[in-house]
């Protein structure tokens, strides 16, 4: 068990602003953003709602932008191109603005997940500079993945389109089929655990400290948190994420709550393993 002092760490990321182990949620101040953003959409003429967007404050960062479209009925039909293209697997339609019902996407949850297949893509998390965003959601039990794309043009993000796609299946076990067991069959979950599991959380008794540790199969059933057992929402920043891929990190994040967790699985000799888990919420 080793200190790594927490101040070094707090400097490299101001410095460079690419620490991977900040404790920083991207939605834990965007909530004041919703009443503003509600006030300017409702505020700007009809024309211009239906036709030609302005860029508002929460349009700087995709973080900001998702949490108010999804909480404000008012600027998601704003933001939302009608009529909209949807993809059900392999029949396109488009949904008329009459026929839209308000998608909270997962702000109703108390926390959101995000999926990437390499630890150097975590850092694509709050980039201003992009244009393009995908927000999905993984059905675990249906084996399907319902896809929003959101494009940035003139400052504004909008909704351009809807996909729902079946989940790629190879020769081996897939991600998701092997997570869906992984979260609900505890005897395969043990089987399914690196030990020694590397374990990195804050110092109890230093909070500006980070340990890295390990813990034994009996230590991780002691730690171990809830896991999401329907279905993982995700925010696609341009980062890897293939269904074949042999490694995968999933990160749970609360909503304005301070929860961070990480989970890094792999596949080892043909089967999946978490080895290793971060805890660093406040």
């Not at 020694?196 to 390990?214: A, M």
């Not at 730690?223 to 891929?245: A, E, M, W």
Request: aromatic share 14%; net charge negative; charged share 30%.
């Amino acid at each position: 068990m080793r200190k790594i002092g927490l101040g070094f760490f707090l400097l490299v990321f101001l410095v460079s602003c690419g620490n991977k182990k900040t404790k920083m949620d991207p939605f834990a101040t965007i909530t004041n953003l919703v009443d503003s953003a509600a006030h300017k959409a409702d505020t700007v003429p009809q024309a211009e709602v239906d036709n030609d967007p302005k860029p508002i404050e929460a349009d700087e960062s995709f973080d900001d932008f998702v949490y108010s479209y999804a909480s404000d009925d008012a600027l998601q039909r704003q933001r939302t191109k009608f009529p909209l293209p949807f993809y059900d697997v392999d029949k396109p339609s488009k949904i008329e603005r009459g026929e839209w019902e308000h998608d909270y996407l997962f702000t109703q949850q108390s926390y959101y997940t995000l999926l990437f297949d390499d630890e150097d893509d975590l850092e694509l998390v709050g980039d201003t500079a992009l244009t393009s965003v995908q927000v999905e959601w993984i059905l675990l039990k249906n084996r399907m993945v319902k896809k929003y794309y959101f494009e940035r043009t003139k400052g504004v993000w909008m909704l351009e389109a809807i996909n729902l796609r079946q989940i790629e299946q190879g020769e081996n076990e897939d991600f998701v089929a092997f997570y869906l067991r992984f979260v609900t069959d505890s005897v395969y979950q043990s089987r399914h655990i690196r030990e020694p599991l590397e374990y990195i959380t804050i110092d109890p008794d230093d909070e500006f400290s980070i340990l890295e540790t390990t813990l034994d199969l009996n230590q991780w059933y002691a730690f171990r948190p809830v896991l999401p057992v329907d279905k993982l929402s995700n925010i696609n920043y341009g980062q890897k994420n293939s269904d074949y891929s042999n490694t995968k990190i999933l990160k749970v994040n609360g909503i304005g709550n301070g929860y961070t967790n990480i989970f890094y699985f792999r596949r080892h000799r043909g089967e999946w393993e978490l080895y290793k888990y971060e805890d660093t919420s406040i």
